[in-house]
Every structure is written in structure tokens, then in C-alpha cells.
């Protein structure tokens, strides 16, 4: 009998996945076409920052071209989302995820993995978004993060980034074809998983964590009581 297609391409060692979509969308794949590399080596993270992408990690990227291009700047909440319920799905002995605004995904605490989303222009239009998805699943992870860091296999058995590459890619996928604002049962699901709420933080506003809103905003309480709505920043606790 025939494999099932699949959905995810994937590669042995490059610099980032992001450019291979990137350079995918230039050419005008579809919605949904996603690359994974084994291994990258100039893996990027948010803000600038260097992604460590040895093997054993799902470093993957998937062409988005949602339909309507409205709130585009909350697309990371929603492809976390899509991620954690996406591994909760296959992996049924892993605890309960959280999401922590605005783009990682936690796990007791600890970073699991990071959403990188890059949006290309066309004028006003927006061309695609390439959301870049980083997983630590049996790679090693550096001794500096590992105090604050942790991976799949330290959790469950049997977690390998090619069983997790396609069923994590055909949720997101789906989740972010339509685009547009959050849905109600989008920010009641972030909610439930929100990996800061009633903490206090000190960046990218000094308060307490009061959860995140429709707009993808996190919502800050700040000392005089007042609720304040943050749409970008690293979040720093206090
Ligand atoms: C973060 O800083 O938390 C986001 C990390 C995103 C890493 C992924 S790995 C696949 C894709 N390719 C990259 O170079 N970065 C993203």
C-alpha cells in the first residue's frame, strides 16, 4: 500500500529553515508547505537572538498565507497554541503545556520551545508569514540554559521530531488558514494554558500578569490598579 503523503519536506543541515521558506514562499508554494531541518546552524531565535539547533530538536518553518491579514501580530499565540495541543494529541502521557506570551511554549516551568513569526510585505498587502517552530525533543540542550530550559525526552519516551513534524504541521496549518483576530475559544484555550498568569513581571510593563486578551495583548495590572494592555516586548519577572 501507498505511504500517506506527507506534509512536511525535510532537509539534512542548513543555516535556518526560516530562509528555505522564505525562499519557498517567493516562488508561491501553497498555505501550509513546511520545511524541517535535521540540523540548522544559524538557527534563529526572537529578537535577534541564536536558536541552537543541534539534531534531535524539531527545527521546522511553515509557509502561512492566512486569508484575512487583520491581526496578524497574534499569529505566534495561535501557532503555539496549535503546537501544544498538537504534541498533547500524540504524545497522551505528557503533562499539560502552558503557552508563555508571547511565544513559548513551557513545560514545568521551563522553556520547550519558541514561535518565531516573520511577515513579508508586498506595499500594504501582506505577502506570507513564515512561522518558524523550535521544539527541544531528544537534543542535547546547552549547559548555560539547562537550569531553565527542558526537552521532550526528559518527559516522555519515544518523542522523535519526525513523528511530531506532520501532525504538528497539519494543526497549524489548519489553524492559521483563516487568519483574523483570536477567536473567543482561541483566547479562553491561551488563557487556560498561560504560563504567567498572576505573576509578577517587571518588562515589558511593571505589574502583575492579568492574562492574555482577544487583541493578543497581555494584560498588565499595573501598582495602581489599572489594567494596561501590551502587544509586543520580552516579558522580564520581577
Ligand atoms: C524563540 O526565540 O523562542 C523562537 C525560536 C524559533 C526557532 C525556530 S527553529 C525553526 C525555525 N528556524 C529558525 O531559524 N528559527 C525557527
Known amino acids: 500500500m501507498a505511504e500517506p503523503a506527507r506534509r512536511v519536506r525535510w532537509v539534512g543541515s542548513t543555516a535556518s529553515t526560516q530562509e528555505l521558506a522564505h525562499l519557498l514562499a517567493e516562488t508561491g508554494v501553497a498555505h501550509g508547505v513546511a520545511i524541517a531541518a535535521r540540523e540548522q546552524v544559524a538557527g534563529r531565535g526572537t529578537r535577534g537572538r541564536t536558536w541552537h ?10 509557509v502561512c498565507r492566512p486569508r484575512e491579514a487583520a491581526s496578524v501580530e497574534s499569529l505566534s499565540l495561535r501557532v503555539g497554541l496549535a503546537v501544544v495541543e498538537a504534541l ?10 502552558a503557552i508563555k506570551w508571547p511565544n513559548d511554549i513551557h513545560l514545568d516551568g521551563r522553556k520547550l520551545g519558541g514561535i518565531l513569526c516573520e511577515a513579508r510585505w508586498q506595499g500594504t498587502e501582506l505577502g506570507w508569514v513564515v512561522a518558524g517552530i523550535g521544539l527541544n525533543v ?3 540542550l546547552p549547559p548555560e540554559v539547562a537550569g ?3 526537552s521532550l525526552a526528559q518527559v516522555v519516551r519515544g518523542a522523535d521530531p519526525e513523528t511530531l513534524a506532520d501532525p504538528v504541521a497539519d494543526l497549524v496549518a489548519r489553524r492559521t488558514r483563516e487568519g483574523g483576530p483570536l477567536r473567543p475559544d482561541e483566547v479562553a484555550a491561551l488563557n487556560r494554558r498561560d504560563g504567567l498568569r ?8 511593571a505589574g502583575v500578569a492579568r492574562g492574555i486578551d482577544a487583541g493578543g495583548a497581555l494584560r498588565v495590572e499595573t501598582p495602581g490598579g489599572e489594567i494596561r494592555a501590551v502587544i509586543g516586548g520580552t516579558v522580564e519577572l520581577a
Open 198 to 205: 498572576d505573576r509578577r513581571i517587571a518588562s515589558p510593563l
Open 148 to 150: 531553565t530550559a527542558i
Open 53 to 62: 539547533s543541534p539534531l534531535g530538536g524539531l527545527w521546522m518553518s511553515l
Open 138 to 140: 531528544s537534543n542535547p
Open 88 to 97: 498533547e494529541e500524540v504524545l497522551t502521557s505528557l503533562p499539560p503545556l
